[in-house]
């Protein structure tokens, strides 16, 4: 019998949402009649893009025919997509990537996942806390967590982001080789300033940390003192990968697509001290493990960059702003105190009068008919909020908000 990896043993199960999946379908068999509306979706809810439509139905006319069908794509991706990327995400915005620094891909969840492949499990790493929950529990399948103690990771040094920093997470009291970063964040929708950014950068410079900068929400940046990519920091590109994605970008969740940059210059060291280039060992990686995103998918994410494709994404992403700001104002009318939600489609509501997350979400839900995200569960600094999402249809979070208007809470 074949030795299991015992680190996927140490997972707790994926408690946060099946346990709202649980509620909330125990609440709908009780209540058949319940108009029931999803402020906790983390999915996108638009459709796609008519010039993304079109460019996969060109590129799926392609495969028909002997002439023109693709096999394999080159590992890192379509010259035609690495090129759009380069002119539109990195030098309009005055940044010097290079097509050789870019690595195309089936989606940042992958790419963050992934990436602890070509890192030691010895690596010290810290998140910032309430957390995306991949960066910890693939660490704790690449055996760099230690042991769950009181719902944290032995190992695993996290940054408390609460009201009282301003969701500004300090930098480490210890040591750190890895830190991940993700800007606009989830689930708390709030962002890094430029200045803020740079501390970090500062810090990973001085203490040779990588960053991991997970930038899958930049699109919905609005702020111009928001970085919309680690790289605007100089020294960045000695320190920092950056990931991004075409799902909440483009409304790709089901199509599949993002990118990461990993930096020709950044280096990492092995045991022995010697220093190494990560893009030429993640390369390696990718060519090894990963056989590319669909020709079809590539076109269509080229698509996003095209004149028409830029407006239709930025109408898509306008109306989920509004979304953002229709929960935002709502909210904050009744004297809710709310984060987020102004570059980012998530808002971080801190639930009134001391209830925990778990006690709000059943409240919203029994006596709103509105399904939240728990807060607690993204880490202990969540407890206290619950995340509400823009994804939603506008009517139905215009409803949601009413509702909560209306509440004799
Ligand atoms: N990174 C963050 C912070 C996310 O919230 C998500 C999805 O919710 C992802 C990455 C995953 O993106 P993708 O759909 O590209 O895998």
Known sequence: MAFVNENFLKL????????????????????????????????????????VIAAMQKATAEMASEGTMRGYSPDRGYPFLLDAIVK???????????????????????????FGD????????????????????????????????????????YLPCTAQNSFTPALPTKRVDVIYLCYPNNPTGTTLSRAELKKWVDYALQNETLILFDAAYEAFIRESDVPRSIYEIAGAKQVAVEFRSFSKTAGFT??????????KELLVKTASGD???????????????????????????????????????????????????????????????TYGGVNAPYIWVQTPNSYSSWE??????????????????????????????????KA??????????????
């Not at 139905?396 to 809470?409: C, G, S």
């Open 12 to 51: 707790p199960g994926n408690y946060l949402f099946a346990e709202i999946a649980t509620r909330v379908a125990a609440y709908k068999t009780n209540h058949p009649s319940a108009s029931v509306i999803s402020l906790g979706i983390g999915d996108v809810t638009r459709p796609l893009a008519p010039a």
């Open 88 to 114: 539109n995400d990195f030098a309009a915005h005055g940044i010097d990537v290079t097509q050789d620094e870019i690595f195309v891909s089936d989606g940042a969840k992958s790419d963050t996942g992934n």
């Open 118 to 157: 070509i890192l030691s499990a010895d690596n010290l790493v810290a998140v910032t806390d309430p957390v995306y929950p991949v960066y910890v529990d693939t660490n704790v399948m690449g055996g760099r967590a230690g042991e769950l103690k009181n719902s944290a990771w032995s190992c695993i040094q």
């Open 254 to 263: 089901g199509v599949r697509c993002g990118y990461n940059v990993v930096p």
């Open 275 to 337: 220093k190494v280039a990560l893009n030429s060992i993640w390369k390696r990686r990718q060519a090894t493990k990963f056989n590319g995103a669909a020709y079809v998918v590539q076109r269509a994410a080229e698509a996003v960059y095209s004149p028409e494709g830029k407006q239709q994404v930025q109408e898509t992403i306008d109306y989920y702003l509004q979304n953002a700001g229709v929960i935002k104002t709502g909210l904050e009318s009744i004297g809710m105190k």
């Open 360 to 393: 709000f979400f059943d409240r919203m839900l029994n006596e709103l008919q509105i399904v939240t995200t728990p807060g607690a569960g993204f880490g202990a600094s969540g407890e206290g909020f619950v995340r509400l999402t823009a994804f939603g249809k």
């Open 396 to 409: 139905a979070t215009v409803e949601a908000v009413e509702r909560i208007k209306n509440w004799k809470l």
